[in-house]
C-alpha cells in the first residue's frame, strides 16, 4: 500500500505535465480567494484604524444627543433640543466626574466673494475643554487650535489648505467671514481622513459661535467622563433614568441618545462586520465558479486517463489509492490557486491602503492580514479543491481494470 507522500508525488508529476489546463483551472478559485482575501483584510483593518480612534479618545466618556429627525449635524433635525438644565441633569449623575458641551451647527463660510455652507463644532472655554479636545482627536499643522478668550477667530479643516475650495488655499492670518462675521484663521488641522467633512469643518470657541448663531442655553452634545470607566454602562442607564425623568419621556419614547464609546464602536463593528459578510459572499461565488472548474478538470482528467488507471490497478493499485491520487490532483490544484490568490489579494489590499493614504493623508483604510486570514484562506481552497475533485476521483477508484484497459 503507498504511503501519502507517494500519492503528493504522483498528484504532481500528473499536474505538471498539464500545466496549461491546471493555470486555467485555478483561474476562478485565485479569483475568489483574492477577493476574499483583499475584503476580509481591509475589513479588519479598517474595523483596526476605527478600534484605535476610540481608544485615543477613552473608554470612560459617554455622549448625549438630541433625537435627530434627519441629516446634517446634530442640533439642526433635532425633536427636541438639549438644554442647560440637561447638562445639569447629566452633571448631577452619580458617577459622572466631569461634562462638556457643544454646538455643532451648519453656518456659511465666505472668502473672496465666494460662499460655501459648512459644519462649524464649538470649543469650550473652561477646564472641561479636554473632553471635547479628545473627541475632536485631531490638532493643527500649521498655527493653532482656539484658545480660551479667542473672540472671532477659527481654526478651519485641513481641506481649505489643500483643495482649492475657494480661489486659492486658505492659510493662517486670513480673515474669512462666517455667518457675515469676520473672522481670523489662526490654524488649519491636519489631514483626519474623515470622509464625511472633517477636513472641511470650523472651530470656534463657544461664546463667539453662540453670538453669531444667536443661541443662548441650547446644546447640540453633552460629553461627560465617569469616575470608574468599568461602571460606565450604568452611568448610561443612571443618565438616561434621570432624563427622562427630567424630560418627562417613557422609556422608549426618548427624544435623546445617550452612548458610551465602547457602545458606539460595538455598533460600528456590528456594520462592518455586516458588510464584510456581504462582500465575502459575493466574492464567494468565484470560489463556487473555480469549484466547478477542477470537478470539470479531474473529471476529464479520469476520461482522458482511464488505461492509466486500469493499469495501476492490474499492477496492484487499490481503490483507494486511485481515490487518494485524484483527490490529492484537485485538492493541490485549490491549493496553488489559493496561494496565487492570496499574494494578489494582499497586493490588492496594499493598493487601496496607499491609494487611500494618499486621498484622505490618514490610514484611516489599512490593510490587515492576520495569519487566521492567510492559513484559513489556503486551507479553504484546500478544501473546496478537494470536494470538488471527489466526486470524480470515486469515479475513478471504482472503475474496473478490464473494463479501464479495454477503453478506447
Known sequence: MASFPDYFRIALVNLTHRRTRAYLTMVGIFIGIAAVV???????GLKDAVGQQ????GTDKIIVQAASMGFGPPGTGAVSNLTDRDLKIVRGVSGVKSTSSRL????????HKKAIFIVAGSMPEDDTRHLVMDAVNTKPISGRMVEPGDTFKVTLGNGYATRKIF???LQVGDKVLINGYEMEVVGILEKTGHVGGGDTVAIINEKTMREILKINNLHDAIFAQVQNPLEVEKVVEDIERALRKSRDVKEGKEDFKVQSSTSLLASLDVILNIVQVVLVGIAAISLIVGGIG????TYTSVIE??????VMKA????????LMIFLLEAGLLGMTGGLIGIIIGMGLAKLVEIAALGAFGKSLIQASFPPYLLIGALLFSFVIGSISGLWPAMQASRLKPVDALRYE
Open 305 to 310: 486517463r482511464t488505461k492509466e488507471i486500469g
Open 54 to 57: 476610540f481608544a485615543s479618545i
Open 38 to 44: 483583499s475584503l476580509i483584510s481591509l475589513g479588519q
Open 167 to 169: 480661489d486659492r488655499y
Open 315 to 322: 499492477i496492484g493499485a487499490t481503490n483507494k489509492d486511485i
Open 294 to 297: 477542477i470537478m470539470n478538470t
Open 104 to 111: 455643532i451647527r451648519s453656518v456659511k463660510l465666505e472668502f
